[in-house]
């Protein structure tokens, strides 16, 4: 089974930035973020396979930036240019070599004046 640890979760002002971390256990093939905001459904917002392209939802491509460090098993997101919008509970996913996943317990990001 794939254990997270997320962080970096919090509350921002419009425009402000922030980066959420995700560090999994295990041989861990493919990770990413998902989002689920206030009466909405839970949608993918970034992912990052090993060693493969990285994928986005329009809504925030060109502004959010997904890495990964392998030697650490850590997925990152950096947020900047925050809106509203964004604001929702944001949940990391992982998926092992075994074809385990597994998601997080979700850093909610609010963005508020």
């Known amino acids: 089974q794939v254990q997270l640890v997320e962080s970096g979760g919090g509350v921002v002002q419009p425009g402000g930035s922030l980066r959420l971390s995700c560090a999994a256990s295990?041989?861990?093939?493919?990770m990413g973020w998902h989002r689920q905001a206030p009466g909405k459904e839970r949608e993918l917002v970034a992912a990052?396979?090993?060693?493969?392209?990285?994928n986005y939802a329009d809504s925030v491509k060109g502004r959010f930036t997904i890495s990964r460090d392998n030697r650490k098993n850590t997925v990152y997101l950096q947020m900047p240019s925050l809106t509203p919008e964004d604001t929702a509970v944001y949940y990391c996913?992982?998926?092992?070599?075994?074809?385990?996943?597994?998601w997080g317990q979700g850093p909610p990001v609010t963005v508020s004046s």
């Open positions: 990052i396979p090993s060693g493969g392209s990285t």
């Open positions: 996913t992982a998926r092992n070599i075994y074809g385990h996943a597994s």
């Open positions: 295990g041989s861990i093939l493919h």
